[in-house]
């Protein structure tokens, strides 16, 4: 297995291009299920996790053509998706166990097919991850659902019908997967307590260029009202703001400045505020964001997730790295997923003071972190761990760089590129 190998201690400097967002790419590739006509995406990360999702479609029959890079400015990957005949309704464990954004698929088959049997996803590193908010709200269109034998059965023989759907808590896969599913239903649908995250207004705006009735995205209340039947469109995939984020924290603990390009400042307000406090300087350019650290160390600053406009906890671990080299004390507290600080172990191996108190930690930063053998089970984790190596003193070497390729394209190239000492060392 590959491993990535960091000499700590050089700041980043230079610039970097942002790649589409993978948790936009994800429900919108879903989407091409809706219609029989092409769908055209642009601006694709290449990641693992799409690929695994890609081939889920064509086993639902999607027919899937991969494009190389566009002329221009249009630098990621193209795909372009007919679901002209859906051949298979069901999600089968296999594909489904390797990527729970998998459940995506029921909200599109079942407007589409009446019908979709979709395995039911499992726990996963950062928490147990129920779904039932998307199985009740299918209910509340109409749905009958059943689970069986580990899978989800939803069955709508008679086509969805629209309704009021109120979630007790905010999910951003729930408000995307009954967005899909509303689009294709009889009458109107409200989406009360809505995910107001970019990737929801994303996956609207496509719909909507499909042919769909949406207003309200990034709103806490959605409506839908229904329509016969979907079209293609071609669209572009939002640059992926936990990538930008990241790398504004590459710059923070490295001491160093970086320009994000195509990086969009609003999609990060939240993490900007909270670098700002802690002796960033975070500004907008005409191609992208500028991020520098002020002179000396971070300084603490407290952080806690929240759904979008708040702290996003795709960058929960990357700023307790941040934290953890800093000036003085941060509390850091996830309140979106329970289990949620595996990266905490791995930095305090690397000379971190971290203390976990229920849903908060301590982070007592140390002028010092020290290269050692990490590992991590999600990609964000994982990812706080080279940061960690960055500004570390000697050689980390990051173990199970998988979890890594879900989530951040070309990695080490991009950092490298900017003066890091990083580099991936190929395995069996
Ligand atoms: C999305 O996951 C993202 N994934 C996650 O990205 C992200 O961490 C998360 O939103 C929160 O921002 C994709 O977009 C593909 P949720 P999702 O439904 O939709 C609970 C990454 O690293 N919940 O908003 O699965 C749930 O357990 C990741 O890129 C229920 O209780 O997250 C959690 O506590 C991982 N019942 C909270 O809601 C449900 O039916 C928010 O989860 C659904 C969710």
Redo the contacts with the bound molecule.
């Keep these: 297995m590959d491993r990535i190998r960091i000499r700590g201690g050089k700041p980043i400097d230079g610039r970097i291009v942002i790649g589409g967002a ?2 936009a790419a ?2 919108l590739l879903t989407a091409s299920l809706l219609t029989d006509e092409t769908l055209v995406l642009t601006n694709l990360p290449r990641l693992a996790d799409i690929t695994t999702l890609t081939h889920l479609l064509v086993q639902h029959g999607v027919s899937v053509t991969m494009n190389g890079a566009e002329a221009g400015e249009e630098r990621g990957h193209v795909l372009e998706l007919s679901a002209r005949r859906i051949a298979s309704t069901t999600a089968p464990y296999d594909l489904v166990r390797k990527m ?2 998998s459940i995506l698929v029921l909200g599109p088959l079942l407007a589409r097919c009446g019908e979709a049997r979709v395995s039911l996803p499992g726990g996963c590193a ?10 009740k709200g299918m209910e509340r269109l109409g749905a009958t659902v059943e689970l069986r034998q580990g899978y989800i059965h939803a069955s709508a023989p008679k086509g969805l019908v629209g309704s009021e759907v109120v979630f007790p ?6 408000t ?1 997967n009954l967005m899909m599913a509303a689009t294709l239903a009889e009458g109107e649908t409200t989406l009360v307590n809505a ?1 107001r ?1 970019p ?1 929801i207004v994303d996956l609207a705006r496509c719909l909507a260029a499909m042919g769909a009735e949406i207003d309200g995205a990034g709103s806490d209340r959605i409506r839908i009202r229904g329509v016969k039947r979907l079209r293609g469109t071609r669209h572009r995939v939002i640059p992926d703001r ?1 990538e930008t984020g990241t790398y504004m924290m590459a710059a923070a603990i490295t001491g160093g400045a970086v320009e994000l390009l195509g990086a969009e400042h609003e999609a990060v307000a939240a993490v900007a505020r909270a670098l700002e406090g802690a002796g960033v300087e975070v500004s907008e350019t005409p191609r992208g964001i500028h991020v520098r650290r002020r002179n000396g160390r971070l300084t603490g600053v407290d952080v806690m997730t929240e ?1 979008f406009p708040g702290f ?3 960058l929960q671990a990357q700023m307790m790295a941040a934290m953890a080299t800093a000036d003085g004390a941060a509390m850091i507290t996830e309140t ?3 289990n949620r600080f595996m990266h905490v172990p791995e930095l305090c191996r690397m000379g971190a003071n971290i203390n976990v108190h229920g849903a908060s930690a301590m982070v007592r930063g140390v002028p010092k972190l020290t290269g050692a053998p990490v590992m991590a089970t ?3 984790a994982s990812v706080s761990l080279v940061l960690a190596g960055l500004a570390a003193e000697g050689e980390t070497v990051v173990n199970r760089v998988y979890h890594l390729d879900r ?1 951040y394209e070309q990695l080490e190239e991009k950092l490298a590129a900017c003066g890091a000492d990083i580099e991936r060392l190929v395995g069996d």
Aim: net charge negative; aromatic share 2%.
């Design positions: 993978k948790n994800l429900p729970r954004a950062i928490g147990p991850r129920p779904v039932d908010l998307h199985l808590i905010v999910s951003v896969g729930a995307e995910a995250e990737e936990i759904p996003p906890t795709d979106i997923f329970e999600d990609p964000r989530g």
